[in-house]
């Protein structure tokens, strides 16, 4: 199974402010990651796949990079509406799987 | 607009059982490969089950398999999730997804979700 890892666990920052976010693969995974986005109560919602492909609808101030085993997710600057919690997600190999996630609290 | 909504969730003991529906509406569900994927409370997400729009091709987690059993009703724009034996751990918020479609082409990422139903297992 591959395992992601995603750091840090929390990010406190304020609006306004570069968040960046980092997941990392237990083996190689080519460009096969995705960013989701989940607020509390809410389902997530498909952010980046393919570690650098803006979902549908999806502002500009997001942007994914990376290959291999480590990627990273940058919001460019921190709307009140970004405070939620990040998770990766790999399609490499069977099973899919999520990364621990990372919360980007307000500080 | 595009839509899945759960519903079939609710309190079980533990080896009891509990089947989870997803209706969708809003799109082809036929073309459509899907999956379900849970969340603990308080926990990070984890994938469950997948199932090809033809129902032809089924994976399980390792956590579930032999125990749960996916299907769907493409005539009926539905996705089931068919849960036994069903253990403490098993507690989580069930959501149903859809697998996403590139250029016709599937790439196994979920959009969109459903709201989630939550299946609690105690005695």
């Known amino acids: 199974e591959i395992v992601l890892t995603q750091s840090p666990a929390t990010l406190s920052l304020s609006p306004g402010e570069r968040a960046t976010l980092s997941c990392r693969a237990s083996?190689?995974?080519?460009?096969?990651l995705a960013w989701y986005q989940q607020k509390p109560g809410q389902a997530p919602r498909l952010l980046i796949y393919?570690?650098?492909t803006r979902a549908t609808g999806i502002p500009a101030r997001f942007s994914g990079s990376g290959s291999g085993t480590d990627f990273t997710l940058t919001i460019s600057s921190l709307e009140p509406e970004d405070f939620a919690v990040y998770y990766c997600?790999?399609?490499?190999?069977?099973?899919?799987?999520f990364g621990g996630g990372t919360k980007v609290e307000i500080k | 607009q595009v839509q899945l909504v759960e519903s079939g969730g609710g309190l079980v003991k533990p080896g009891g059982s509990l089947r989870l529906s997803c209706a969708a509406s809003?799109?082809?569900?036929?073309?459509?490969?899907m999956s379900w994927i849970r969340q603990a409370p308080g926990k990070g997400l984890e994938w469950v089950s997948y199932?090809?729009?033809?129902?032809?091709?089924?994976y399980y987690a390792d956590s579930v398999k032999g125990r749960f059993t996916i299907s769907r009703d493409n005539a009926k724009n539905s996705l089931f999730l068919q849960m036994n034996s069903l253990r403490a751990e098993d507690t989580a918020v069930y959501y149903c997804?859809?697998?996403?479609?590139?250029?016709?082409?599937?790439?196994?990422?979920?959009?969109?979700w459903g709201q989630g139903t939550l299946v609690t297992v105690s005695s």
């Open positions: 199932i090809t729009s033809s129902g032809d091709s089924i």
């Open positions: 809003g799109f082809i569900f036929s073309d459509y490969y």
């Open positions: 393919d570690a650098s």
């Open positions: 997804a859809a697998v996403i479609r590139v250029h016709e082409r599937n790439k196994n990422y979920f959009d969109p």
């Open positions: 083996q190689s995974i080519s460009d096969y």
């Open positions: 997600q790999q399609r490499s190999k069977w099973p899919l799987t």
